[in-house]
């Protein structure tokens, strides 16, 4: 891992093959292969259910079956899954497509060497492996009249049979089903260990990796912070992943920060990385967003414990300060892992890493990474092998170039290798970055109809979201996805957890390649060195060649003043992005000025987004923005969007979030495509025009703090598509109709309603039939505001009633069946909580005071009998105002950890359900560091859960609270709790005031029958 014979054929879990489609590589932990006629119905139904309580099975489902060829979702599940788990029956050999479906299976296995294991259900493994009995009868039948190209595809069956047959499995005869099943479930497990990273097999030997396990020397308890360096291209992040892979488990926290120098320069970059690092660490559920108060310290007390940190691409000395500070930060025998191709950043670190540097790939590794890439099966190597050892004499060891180089090469003749190769050696010395920059242009120039994509990721969109890439691409006279793919495919991006990754040099190679275009850059097709960017500006000098320009208004040091059209020569203009990078600037202070009224080409505008944009009215020309997808101005001083000013038949997404001054929206029938609506902070809003009704692709709508809007349009109720509401703290005490939240409609009333106060009805959202989530926080709800017709919105799974002012919940809310997270904090009125759907896995009723008083949930008898009858499969979670812990927690003590007495062996039987947790602490009234979370740590399987904390998120209520959790079995199987002999339990609070809060806690096993 560490010198010249470490390197990656692949990223990570959702980059290792490039899947264009947005969706992650890694998509099942198990793969089910089965004969239906065969065990559909007993022996593969019983086995799934047991596996899909665990694991994230995949079952092959025979209506998707047509004909004999693999099936495209089958192919890709088979890619995405990480274990195969096949059960060969009598007839399994009868069906051509198992025959199939098995042999891409043993294809993959070969390829990333993941597991599979057969099971050999009442057939004898040697009549699998030799196609005897009933496969030879089967084999028989294929192989009449089979004409040459079936026989080929019946050696290839055969070939699969023999190697899985060889296979270690299960041979199931005259056993109990069920233990079998259990056994299988145990051996599954082990291979589960959880993984980070799913990489391709290393480029390497063993003993490397070893070797850089024991510099790095996980058992002293001292702290430790390496760094591993080299130059670009060498393999830093593949070798970072390994060690994760092999390391992560001995610790008590693991986090992974990727790409620190693109992200850090993002609009708050280093906090975006902290919050991930604290989710990372604590195994945070749930997405809610985590607001820091008070920066390193959060750091310091999540890694107090003994944790793996692994900081990538570092190249300033800010970054390590940031995150990773000092030693005495982390607990004993933490250690912290650094990559930078910088040396001297490594050095420059006021606390002492320990270095170590990665070595190119020496021969016999240089050549079967480069084979790997360049050479296809079957083809004949003995015709490329000198010409193989030219390329790799070329690339003198550098993964990078072997990778794009041998991709490059791949199914091309050993004529069209020998010509490639003398065009790089024409100019052949001692291997410098030239040698690779001469390869990634030539690699470029075959990209044909794809170079704008090329072009467009290397200066505009490295790191973004793939599907929002692909939307901004397409039209252009070629498939974004496949231009995608195809850079994928000569290792020029990679893609991983759904972003698009260009390696740095192949970034500074492309941006090159555009400034050579013109020094000056207004012959420039992009633009986004703010320098460039201003000097076109500033002296009129847009064109027609101009296709997008970023500039990052973080990086002006003065207010710049512009001519009323600087962009109007832009006529080619497709991306424009005015933005602020990794410092904070208000929007008062924005920095790009205009003396008139703006003039923008928007004929081939597909993209614009101008953080503080200065007028308070579109450009002219907006009524001919076709073919604009994203309008993004938060902070804006727009006043009004009117029909005349502005036709986007093709927008889908628009974010005017924060732009104080504007009063009004009167032209969605100018945008039907729309998809995300976001007015948070428009707090001059007063109206929403009703042709937002006619928006049926709508599937966001954010008015958090529209607190001026005092009505939506009786057209809202007609938004089919949409998922999300959310209109917390929309409206003053002051202003609150007796309708549901304010949701006051106007105009005339449907004939099948009457009013109930004045001119004005409750609004009935059951026309939201997809909306999942709705968050009608601080709306100043008190009882009966709530019509009985908004408990059947079928389809809601989160929902936010804090701070309100109702005291009861009425029953109606056991109607959403598929509610899963419900939020009360702060309903300070409220008595009681009511029975629940059992769907139910999070509640947060914090700061309820009321809730102190009510022997509602004194004894949580009701909880225990939920868990057992309504939901044993499902987590849950509950925090309350309170300090009593339920009767029916049998071990319990006083502090921050307990344990259950000495475990019998027979303890996880198949009725237990799984462990029930409580704690009690106690909070402080005071500014909180951060969001609030709470965390418990069962023997080596940790969870944790956040909550809001407070009205202005800037204090939390004194008092103590009671926080109690339930874990099903199949949350800790991959922590192999068969083996336990005992469970310990232990609690944290982090966020609110000093630490060591917890006062008393309990743990309970749950059994199905007890």
């Keep these: 891992m560490i010198s010249s014979g470490i390197a990656s054929s692949s990223t990570t879990a959702s980059g290792a093959t490039c899947i264009v489609d947005g969706s992650y590589d890694i998509l099942y932990d198990v793969f089910l292969s089965f004969r239906g006629e065969d065990t559909r119905k007993s022996f593969a139904d019983h086995l799934y259910t047991a596996l899909k309580g665990i694991f994230r099975t995949f079952r092959d489902e025979e209506e998707i079956r047509m004909g004999e060829a693999i099936a495209p979702e089958i192919s890709k599940a088979i890619k995405g899954s990480r274990v195969f788990i096949v059960i060969f029956s009598k007839n399994y050999a009868d069906s051509k497509w198992c025959l199939n479906e098995l042999k891409e299976i043993m294809e993959c296995r070969r390829k990333t060497e993941r597991k599979v294991y057969p099971i050999f259900y009442h057939v004898e493994p040697a009549h699998v492996r030799n196609q005897e009995g009933d496969y030879g009868t089967s084999f028989s039948l294929h192989e009449k009249n089979a004409d040459e190209e079936r026989i080929e595809k019946i050696k290839r069956w055969r070939a ?25 479930i145990k051996e599954i497990s082990k291979e589960m260990v959880p993984q980070p ?33 080299g130059e670009n291209g060498i393999g830093k992040t593949a070798i970072a992943q390994a060690i994760c892979n092999e390391i992560s488990s001995q610790f008590e926290g693991f986090s992974f920060l990727a790409n620190i120098r693109k992200v850090s320069k993002e609009y708050f ?93 020496e021969d016999p590794e240089g050549l079967s990474l480069f084979t790997q890439h360049a050479v296809i099966k079957g083809q004949p190597r003995c015709n490329i092998f000198a010409l193989s050892q030219r390329a790799i004499e070329y690339c003198c060891g550098l993964p990078l170039a072997l990778k794009v180089l041998g991709s490059f090469l791949r199914r091309k003749t050993s004529g069209h290798w020998e010509r490639a190769l003398d065009r790089l050696e024409r100019n052949q010395g001692e291997f410098n970055e030239k040698n690779l920059e001469d390869v990634l242009r030539m690699s470029f120039k075959e990209l044909r109809n794809y170079k704008d994509a090329f072009f467009d990721v290397a200066c505009f969109f490295n790191g973004e979201h793939i599907n929002f890439v692909t939307k901004i691409l397409d039209g252009r006279g070629f498939s974004s996805k496949d231009g995608i793919q195809v850079l994928c495919d000569r290792c020029l991006l990679t893609i991983s957890d759904q972003k698009l990754w260009m390696h740095n040099t192949i970034q500074e190679v492309g941006q090159e390649m555009v400034r050579q275009k013109n020094k ?63 410092k904070n600037v208000r929007e008062e202070n924005c920095k790009v000025r205009f003396s008139g009224d703006l003039e923008l080409s928007v004929s081939d505008l597909r993209y614009l987004h101008w ?107 007609n938004l089919k598509s949409l998922e999300t509401l959310i209109v917390s703290g929309c409206f003053r005490p002051e202003e609150v109709p007796v309708d549901l939240a304010g949701l006051q409609i106007s105009g005339n009333l449907p004939e099948n309603r009457t009013a109930t106060s004045g001119s004005t009805s409750q609004v009935s959202l ?23 017709d908004f408990w059947r919105l079928s389809s809601l799974e989160r929902l936010n009633l804090s701070g309100n002012d109702f005291t009861v919940i009425p029953e109606g809310i056991t109607q959403l069946s598929k509610l899963s997270v419900l939020q009360l904090g702060y309903c300070q009125r409220l008595l009681g909580i009511p029975n629940l759907p059992s769907t139910v896995q999070e509640v947060d009723a914090h700061g309820c005071s009321s809730l102190r008083t009510s022997s509602n949930f004194r004894d949580a008898t009701t909880i225990l009998w939920r868990i057992q009858n309504l939901a044993p499969n499902n987590e849950f979670c509950i925090l309350v105002p309170g300090s009593g812990i339920p009767d029916w927690f049998g071990d319990r003590k006083m502090g921050c950890s307990v344990a259950t007495e000495k475990l019998p062996p027979e303890w996880h039987q198949v009725n237990f359900l799984g462990f029930a947790v409580c704690f009690v602490f106690a909070s402080e009234h005071e500014i909180p560091e951060h969001t609030p979370v709470v965390s418990c740590k069962i023997n080596d399987f940790r969870f944790s859960y956040s909550f809001s904390c407070g009205r202005g998120e800037n204090e939390f209520v004194e008092s103590d609270h009671l926080w109690l959790a339930y874990q099903p079995r199949a949350q800790v199987e991959n922590f192999h709790p068969y083996d336990w002999t005992q469970i310990k339990a232990s609690f944290e609070v982090f966020g609110i005031g000093t630490r060591n809060k917890v006062k008393e806690c309990a743990i309970s096993l749950i059994y199905a029958d007890r």
């Design 766 to 788: 059951f026309g939201l039939c997809s909306l999942r989530e709705l968050d009608l926080s601080e709306c100043h709800l008190s009882d009966g505001v709530i019509p009985s």
């Design 611 to 717: 953080h503080g944009y200065p007028s308070d009215s579109f450009p002219l020309n907006f009524l001919k923005a076709d073919d604009l997808l994203e309008l993004h101005m938060r902070y804006s001083c727009l006043k009004h969007l009117t029909e005349d000013e502005g036709c986007f038949p093709k927008l889908t997404v628009l974010d005017l979030s924060h732009s104080r001054n504007l009063v009004k929206i009167s032209n969605f029938s100018t945008m039907p495509k729309l998809e995300k609506l976001i007015l948070e902070g428009c707090t001059s809003l007063l109206e929403i025009d009703s042709s937002i009704g006619h928006l049926d692709k709508l599937i966001f709508l954010n008015l958090n703090g529209c607190i001026n809007l005092d009505s939506l349009p009786s057209g809202f109720c």
């Design 269 to 361: 970059g280093l906090q975006r990385l902290q919050e991930q690092l604290f989710r990372d660490i604590l195994v945070l559920r749930g997405n809610r967003e985590i607001i820091f108060h008070r920066g390193n310290n959060v750091i310091k007390q999540i890694c107090c414990r003994k944790v793996l940190i692994i900081l990538d691409d570092v190249d300033d000395l800010k970054q390590l300060q940031f995150l990773a500070g000092e030693h005495n930060w982390f607990g004993k025998g933490s250690r912290i892992i650094v990559t930078s191709i910088d040396e001297g950043i490594l050095t420059g670190q006021r606390v002492e890493l320990e270095l170590y540097k990665i070595k190119k790939l």
């Design 520 to 582: 000056t850059g207004d012959k420039r097709s992009r633009l986004w060195d703010h320098d460039d960017v201003l000097y076109v500006l500033r002296h009129d000098k847009g064109t027609e060649k101009i296709q997008g320009i970023f500039l990052d208004l973080s990086e002006l040091e003065k207010e710049q003043r512009f001519s009323n059209d600087p962009f109007a020569k832009m006529t080619g203009l497709r991306v424009l992005k005015v933005f602020l990078g990794c």
């Design 160 to 184: 699969a049979l023999l190697e899985a047959g060889n296979l270690k499995g299960v041979h199931v005869t005259m056993q109990y089903e069920s233990r079998v099943i259990e056994d299988v």
């Design 197 to 229: 990273f799913i990489i391709g097999k290393l480029v390497g030997k063993e003993s490397i990796l070893k070797e850089l396990i024991e510099f790095i020397k996980i058992q002293p308890e001292d702290v430790r912070m390496i760094g591993i360096y």
